[in-house]
């Protein structure tokens, strides 16, 4: 049962234009959800994350906005860098269940 | 600041064999808990280790176990091993049972054959 899902398996981009990742969970129970990104041969890195109590976090480049209501989170990265390609997946956790539930991911390629 | 280690970075068996796989927690974190990464999927959450405990389990069989030891490192056991077992394990670290982010280490490539 995927309780988190990333519906977009790829996304292309020009460098300098904003990335927008999207996210959907059907768990109400979860109240913290993170973004990680993971280049090949490596492990996740943690990038942000967001309380249920919020509805947007911002750490430089990254935003993540939350609406719980439609049970959706989103990714905005401003401007997008060659750097940044990567797969990155969304997480969910509750405050009963401390396990990471995660997407399956969306390759992010930055087009020069 | 050393981060999460994992060892070995790859490893191949056979079906039937076992295998155990090593993670040391980044400073400071106490933590464990082990993920297995399938190609083309996210992290599942295998278990989580505190304490020398184990406090959490996902939905895997019990030929997947695992340890904590005093110093907040951990191993992870797979008995039996089957063709499906192939993936990544990932091992993450945080402090406490307090939620928030996890740190990942960068993984174990497991090949059955």
């Known amino acids: 049962d995927q309780q988190v899902k990333q519906n977009s398996p790829s996304l292309s981009v020009q460098e300098g234009r904003i990335s927008i990742l999207n996210c959907d969970y059907t768990?109400?129970?979860?109240?913290?959800f993170l973004w990680y990104k993971k280049y090949p041969a490596e492990g996740p890195t943690f990038l942000i994350s967001?309380?249920?109590?919020?509805d947007k976090n911002e750490d430089g480049r990254f935003t993540v906005f939350l609406n719980k209501s439609a049970k959706h989170l989103s990714l905005h990265i401003v401007p997008s860098q060659p750097g940044d390609s990567a797969v990155y997946f969304c997480a969910a956790s509750s405050n009963n269940d401390y396990k990471l539930s995660f997407g399956a991911g969306t390759t992010v390629t930055v087009r020069a | 600041d050393a981060g999460v280690t994992q060892s070995p970075t790859h490893l191949i068996k056979t079906r039937g064999q076992q295998v155990t796989l090593r993670c040391s927690p980044k400073?400071?974190?106490?933590?464990v808990s082990w993920y297995q990464q399938a190609l083309g999927q996210g992290p599942q959450f295998i278990f989580q280790?505190?304490?020398?405990?184990?406090?959490q389990r996902g939905n895997f069989p019990d030929r997947f176990s695992g340890h904590q030891f005093p110093n907040y490192s951990s191993e992870l056991n797979v008995n039996a091993l089957l063709l499906g077992d192939s993936a990544l394990y990932l091992c993450?670290?945080?402090?406490?049972?307090?939620?928030?982010?996890?740190?990942f280490g960068p993984g174990t490539r497991l090949l059955v054959l």
């Open positions: 400073s400071g974190h106490d933590t």
């Open positions: 768990n109400s129970m979860f109240d913290y």
């Open positions: 993450a670290s945080s402090m406490g049972l307090a939620g928030g982010a996890q740190y």
């Open positions: 280790y505190y304490e020398e405990e184990e406090r």
């Open positions: 967001i309380s249920s109590i919020k």
